[in-house]
Nanobody, 115 residues
Protein backbone atom coordinates (compact mmCIF):
# COMPACT_ATOMS: atom_id res chain seq x y z
CA UNK A 1 0.00 0.00 0.00
CA UNK A 2 1.03 3.59 -0.50
CA UNK A 3 2.99 5.10 2.36
CA UNK A 4 4.44 8.58 2.73
CA UNK A 5 6.60 9.30 5.76
CA UNK A 6 7.90 12.79 6.43
CA UNK A 7 10.85 13.68 8.62
CA UNK A 8 13.27 16.52 9.27
CA UNK A 9 11.08 19.06 11.01
CA UNK A 10 12.11 20.91 14.12
CA UNK A 11 12.62 24.25 15.83
CA UNK A 12 14.83 26.76 14.07
CA UNK A 13 15.60 30.45 14.48
CA UNK A 14 14.53 32.97 11.84
CA UNK A 15 16.99 32.94 8.97
CA UNK A 16 17.86 29.32 9.59
CA UNK A 17 17.50 26.28 7.35
CA UNK A 18 15.90 22.85 7.46
CA UNK A 19 15.63 20.01 5.01
CA UNK A 20 12.46 17.95 5.04
CA UNK A 21 12.36 14.43 3.63
CA UNK A 22 9.47 12.29 2.46
CA UNK A 23 10.04 8.56 2.07
CA UNK A 24 7.60 6.99 -0.38
CA UNK A 25 6.67 3.36 -0.91
CA UNK A 26 3.98 1.20 -2.43
CA UNK A 27 3.80 2.77 -5.89
CA UNK A 28 5.92 3.52 -8.96
CA UNK A 29 7.48 6.64 -7.50
CA UNK A 30 9.24 7.92 -10.62
CA UNK A 31 5.96 8.10 -12.55
CA UNK A 32 4.21 10.58 -10.28
CA UNK A 33 4.39 14.20 -9.32
CA UNK A 34 4.92 14.85 -5.62
CA UNK A 35 4.01 17.89 -3.57
CA UNK A 36 4.69 19.51 -0.24
CA UNK A 37 1.86 21.24 1.57
CA UNK A 38 1.72 22.98 4.92
CA UNK A 39 -0.92 23.86 7.46
CA UNK A 40 -0.49 26.54 10.08
CA UNK A 41 -2.69 26.66 13.20
CA UNK A 42 -6.13 27.99 12.34
CA UNK A 43 -5.39 28.11 8.62
CA UNK A 44 -6.19 25.93 5.63
CA UNK A 45 -3.65 23.56 4.18
CA UNK A 46 -1.75 25.24 1.36
CA UNK A 47 0.49 24.12 -1.47
CA UNK A 48 4.17 24.88 -0.96
CA UNK A 49 5.90 23.19 -3.87
CA UNK A 50 5.42 20.51 -6.52
CA UNK A 51 7.87 18.45 -8.52
CA UNK A 52 6.77 16.60 -11.61
CA UNK A 53 7.85 13.19 -12.83
CA UNK A 54 9.94 15.15 -15.33
CA UNK A 55 11.49 17.12 -12.38
CA UNK A 56 9.75 20.32 -13.37
CA UNK A 57 9.00 22.41 -10.28
CA UNK A 58 6.51 24.99 -9.10
CA UNK A 59 6.40 27.02 -5.90
CA UNK A 60 4.04 29.15 -3.90
CA UNK A 61 4.94 32.81 -4.22
CA UNK A 62 5.59 32.99 -0.50
CA UNK A 63 8.50 30.52 -0.69
CA UNK A 64 10.01 31.27 -4.10
CA UNK A 65 13.72 31.86 -3.86
CA UNK A 66 13.91 30.33 -0.37
CA UNK A 67 12.65 26.75 -0.75
CA UNK A 68 13.80 24.08 -3.19
CA UNK A 69 11.96 20.84 -3.91
CA UNK A 70 13.87 17.87 -5.29
CA UNK A 71 13.50 14.14 -5.73
CA UNK A 72 15.64 11.01 -5.80
CA UNK A 73 13.84 8.34 -7.79
CA UNK A 74 16.35 5.66 -6.86
CA UNK A 75 15.70 6.19 -3.16
CA UNK A 76 12.00 7.04 -3.61
CA UNK A 77 12.50 10.25 -1.70
CA UNK A 78 11.30 13.81 -2.13
CA UNK A 79 12.97 16.67 -0.30
CA UNK A 80 12.19 20.23 0.62
CA UNK A 81 15.21 22.40 1.35
CA UNK A 82 14.05 25.44 3.28
CA UNK A 83 16.39 28.41 3.66
CA UNK A 84 15.98 31.83 5.23
CA UNK A 85 13.08 30.56 7.28
CA UNK A 86 10.58 33.05 8.65
CA UNK A 87 8.16 32.82 11.58
CA UNK A 88 5.30 32.67 9.08
CA UNK A 89 6.74 29.39 7.77
CA UNK A 90 5.72 27.74 11.04
CA UNK A 91 3.36 24.91 10.18
CA UNK A 92 2.96 21.18 9.87
CA UNK A 93 4.43 20.14 6.53
CA UNK A 94 2.88 17.28 4.58
CA UNK A 95 3.95 15.20 1.62
CA UNK A 96 1.18 14.55 -0.93
CA UNK A 97 0.64 12.12 -3.80
CA UNK A 98 -2.25 12.05 -6.23
CA UNK A 99 -2.44 8.62 -7.81
CA UNK A 100 -5.32 8.10 -10.23
CA UNK A 101 -8.25 9.60 -8.30
CA UNK A 102 -6.89 8.98 -4.79
CA UNK A 103 -5.04 11.53 -2.68
CA UNK A 104 -2.46 10.28 -0.21
CA UNK A 105 -0.95 12.27 2.64
CA UNK A 106 1.84 11.61 5.04
CA UNK A 107 1.45 12.17 8.75
CA UNK A 108 3.24 15.50 8.64
CA UNK A 109 6.28 16.98 10.31
CA UNK A 110 6.24 20.11 12.48
CA UNK A 111 8.37 23.09 11.52
CA UNK A 112 8.60 25.91 14.06
CA UNK A 113 10.48 29.12 13.34
CA UNK A 114 11.04 31.23 16.42
CA UNK A 115 13.74 33.09 18.28
Amino acid sequence: QVQLVESGGGLVEPGGSLRLSCAASGFSFSNYAMSWYRQAPGKERELVATIGSDTSTAYADSVKGRFTISRDNGKKMVYLQMNNLKPEDTAVYFCKLVRFTTVYWGQGTQVSVSS
